[in-house]
């Protein structure tokens, strides 16, 4: 290892080192600064852990001391950290024997001390006692770290304990001598940390600085406001802090103060009465109007329905001047329920991009369902259920096509098409482009089906944040009606750009083919690429081909959105998917005023994983005893009693799928019905029918769909089946009598 520049010199300080001769080390520190080499704290690092187990760690912490070197806090960090992971913690005596140098271990000290001791709470006093050790002049510097570290990391307890030893006023004198930054940094993270708002406004109102105590004020509350901590909130305006909040919105500017309104009135979703005492406590007809515009804008019809309930000393008229009159008759005519299951169905919606969950997706593409004439079902996933979903699509009737969105931290839609021979293709459709979020669910579905076809989408049409749910479902509904030039499907489209330069390798077994979309579905990227490059590339073909029923060209659907969305904008933005957004909204609203809540519960479960599965089940089990041709004895007691029984036998083996009791059941009827049904072939017929349907059903190779609870629960032995074949050949003639008898 080089340490000096010098051999001579270099092989001194190994020596000195390795022979624990610290007295000499220190001496060729202090002589040979400027010839030390840029590897030297590697060295020392490697020899301080020798020196660990030797048990002269205190004098080699005296010789990094005494380094003046550029890499001396990078060695301290390496050697501290040494120290941690075998339990010796060194800095109190380096301290305790050295108080010059405490400034430059006090920041590692104290991350290390809250390390070892916040997690092991009963350890908290032994912190403590470790500072009181300190000198006087020390103790401050360690108790303000440490405060400040609690702080930051949510551990309240310990502040606790420190003002029951030191009091309260200790804690807030170390607050004001922070630094404004970290004071605003410190105030988010208690709010984010859920910090005691007694605990933290005692502690506050002890600071003797009112400008000091105005910015942490301000920033609780601004942080409480959009950390949704509405305990925070709650007890600093009952505690008079109102105040505060009416100088903090008096000097922001007007987008901020929307911004204060928005997150009040979109965010606090069931405390519309705390809301109200809010909004007294301002006593300003400009604050009431800005808390009714966003109580309509956000569909909180609880709280304009209360808000409106002020007036007087508020104006009503003037605050509501700028309202659609027909809508807010509506909304002030809900009943409280209604009220607030709307509410509860339209605020992730109303609050823009980023807040669409699996639940608010159900109900977008129920009302989408409720509204179209063409059947719209696809099935929405949980990120959790891809694996169930390809078992249940790996063991359901062919052929078959279902397009799906996946929700989760990344929305993504796609369509799946399998054929008779069970040969798969899949389509996914990404916002971002050929990306890396559906690497791990194409890898399973390729060996899922080892006859497969993968596309992905090329283009990354996304470019602003939080916005790939409103791309995915929009997707998934042009999947449905999606206009190609050449009437072609969307799978013919697909193969004509399965070429060599589109194959893309996701590892050296499976790989895809990423493909341009139809330029239908690049409507909506959020760039001026699409303008500029795409539709430019294509043939003029293509530019003028009509892509929608208002008889629109590719061209003209796309440059109607590119708009200027305000005068500081330097060029036009695509606005489509803004408009998609606003467009769900109001769809969504239409369709929450005019169905029943258990309705609009019972439409969105139908486009969940467990819905497709039932119904892929019953079109799978309907296969037994649905296209079965009756004889023409229907008037006939006993045929109408075999035909009661033989429906009441699909219906239960629907429910629980059980093959074993199928099997019995059937062995049971035939026996008991073979004598009874009119002697004549078409009857005869119609049980080998039954029997031989059963047979299928109970030997599929297509298995049980499996998940959920409709998996088989029995199978039947070999023994019942051989038996239900005798029946079947007895009935076909050979052994009609022993049947019968």
Same mark, same amino acid.
């Given at each position: +290892?080089?340490?000096?520049?010098?051999?001579?010199?270099?092989? $001194?300080?190994?020596?000195?080192?390795?022979?624990?001769?610290?007295?000499?080390?220190?001496?060729?520190? %202090?002589?040979?600064?400027?010839?030390?080499?840029?590897?030297?704290?590697?060295?020392?690092?490697?020899?301080?852990?020798?020196? =660990?187990?030797r048990n002269y760690w205190l004098q080699f912490w005296e010789l990094i001391l005494a380094l003046h070197h550029p890499n001396r806090p990078n060695l301290m960090s390496r050697t501290l950290k040494l120290s941690q992971e075998k339990n010796i913690y060194p800095f109190l005596f380096v301290i305790l024997k050295f108080p010059k140098y405490s400034q430059i271990v006090e920041d590692y000290a104290i991350s290390v001390y809250l390390k070892k001791f916040t997690q092991h709470i009963p350890s908290l006093f032994q912190l403590i006692q470790d500072i009181e050790k300190l000198p006087a002049e +020390?103790?401050?510097?360690?108790?303000?770290g440490v405060i400040k570290q609690s702080l930051r990391n949510g551990k309240f307890v310990i502040l606790e304990s420190i003002q029951t030893l030191k009091g309260p006023?200790?804690?807030?004198?170390?607050?004001?001598?922070?630094?404004?930054? /970290? =004071?605003?940094?410190?105030?988010?993270?208690?709010?984010?940390?859920r910090g005691n708002p007694e605990f933290i406004y005692d502690l506050i109102k002890l600071i003797s600085s009112k400008e000091i105590k105005k910015i942490f004020y301000k920033k609780l509350i601004m942080a409480s406001i959009e950390e949704n901590n509405t305990e925070m909130l709650h007890f600093?305006?009952? %505690?008079?802090?109102?105040?505060?909040?009416?100088?903090?919105? /008096?000097?922001?500017?007007?987008?901020?103060?929307?911004?204060?309104y928005f997150h009040l009135v979109a965010s606090l979703t069931t405390d519309t009465e705390f809301l109200i005492e809010v909004i007294k406590d301002l006593n300003s007809q400009t604050y009431f109007q800005a808390f009714v515009i966003e109580s309509y804008n956000h569909y909180n019809i609880p709280l304009l329905q209360s808000l409106l309930t002020l007036c007087p000393p508020f104006d009503l008229q003037d605050a509501t001047k700028s309202l659609d009159p027909n809508k807010l008759a509506i909304f002030l005519n809900l009943d409280a329920t209604v009220s607030a299951f709307i509410h509860s169905k339209m605020n992730a919606f109303s609050k823009?991009?980023?807040?669409?969950?699996?639940?608010?997706?159900?109900?977008?593409?129920?009302?989408?369902?409720?509204?179209?004439?063409?059947?719209?079902?696809?099935?929405?996933?949980?990120?959790?259920?891809?694996?169930?979903?390809?078992?249940?699509?790996? %063991?359901?009737?062919?052929?078959?096509?279902?397009?799906?969105?996946?929700?989760?931290?990344?929305?993504?839609?796609?369509?799946? +098409?399998?054929d008779e021979k069970g040969i798969a293709k899949i389509f996914l459709i990404d916002s971002l482009g050929s990306d890396i979020w559906h690497e791990e669910f194409v890898?399973?579905?390729?060996?899922?089906?080892?006859?497969?076809?993968?596309?992905?989408?090329?283009?990354?049409?996304?470019?602003?944040?939080?916005?790939?749910?409103?791309?995915?479902?929009?997707?998934?509904?042009? =999947?449905?009606?999606?206009?190609?030039?050449?009437?072609?499907?969307i799978w013919e489209y697909l193969s004509a750009e399965k070429k060599p330069e589109n194959r893309q390798d996701i590892n050296t077994t499976v790989?895809?083919?990423?493909?341009?979309?139809? =330029?239908?579905?690049?409507? /909506? +990227?959020?760039?001026?690429?699409?303008? $500029?490059?795409?539709?430019? $590339?294509?043939?003029?073909?293509?530019?003028?081909?009509?892509?929608?029923?208002?008889?629109?060209?590719?061209?003209?659907?796309?440059?109607?959105?590119f708009k200027r969305e305000s005068p500081i904008d330097e060029k036009p933005k695509n606005t489509r998917l803004s408009y998609k957004l606003s467009k769900m909204i109001e769809q969504n609203w239409s369709y929450l005023i005019s169905h029943s809540k258990e309705t609009i519960q019972t439409h969105m479960q139908y486009f969940s994983l467990d819905a497709w599965r039932q119904r892929i089940l019953e079109e799978h089990s309907q296969s037994y005893l649905t296209e079965l041709i009756v004889p023409n004895f229907s008037d006939d007691p006993i045929a109408k009693e075999l035909m009661t029984e033989l429906q009441e036998l699909k219906e239960t083996f629907i429910q629980n799928n059980d093959k074993k009791m199928l099997v019995k059941a059937i062995q049971k009827m035939i026996e008991q019905y073979a004598s009874k049904l009119p002697q004549n072939e078409l009857w005869q017929d119609f049980l080998v029918k039954v029997i031989n349907d059963t047979l299928s059903v109970i030997t599929s190779e297509q298995g049980p769909l499996q998940g959920g609870n409709n998996t088989y629960l029995s199978t039947p032995h070999d023994s019942d089946i051989e038996a239900l074949k005798a029946m079947k050949e007895g009935l076909e003639g050979h052994h009609k009598p022993d049947i019968k008898a």
């Open positions: +290892m080089e340490f000096f520049l010098d051999q001579a010199l270099n092989q $001194q300080l190994i020596d000195a080192v390795e022979t624990a001769d610290f007295y000499t080390a220190k001496a060729l520190f %202090n002589d040979h600064q400027g010839e030390l080499s840029p590897e030297a704290h590697k060295f020392l690092c490697a020899s301080y852990e020798k020196s =660990l187990n +020390m103790q401050s510097i360690f108790y303000s006023l200790f804690i807030a004198q170390c607050l004001e001598s922070f630094p404004l930054d /970290t =004071l605003i940094t410190l105030a988010r993270k208690v709010v984010e940390n600093l305006f009952k %505690n008079k802090i109102s105040t505060y909040f009416l100088e903090i919105i /008096t000097e922001l500017t007007e987008i901020e103060k929307k911004n204060i823009g991009f980023g807040y669409i969950t699996y639940e608010d997706a159900l109900l977008t593409l129920a009302q989408r369902r409720e509204r179209k004439t063409y059947d719209f079902a696809p099935v929405l996933l949980r990120f959790t259920e891809l694996d169930e979903f390809l078992n249940v699509l790996k %063991n359901a009737p062919k052929p078959l096509k279902i397009s799906f969105v996946i929700s989760g931290v990344h929305f993504i839609s796609g369509e799946i +098409m399998i890898k399973n579905f390729a060996r899922a089906f080892p006859s497969h076809e993968i596309y992905t989408s090329r283009e990354k049409r996304q470019h602003a944040t939080n916005c790939c749910a409103v791309f995915a479902l929009d997707d998934v509904a042009h =999947l449905a009606t999606l206009r190609i030039e050449g009437d072609a499907d790989y895809c083919y990423s493909v341009p979309l139809p =330029l239908s579905l690049t409507r /909506t +990227m959020q760039s001026t690429s699409l303008t $500029q490059t795409i539709i430019p $590339q294509k043939p003029q073909s293509s530019q003028e081909f009509i892509i929608n029923k208002k008889g629109q060209t590719t061209v003209g659907s796309v440059t109607a959105f």
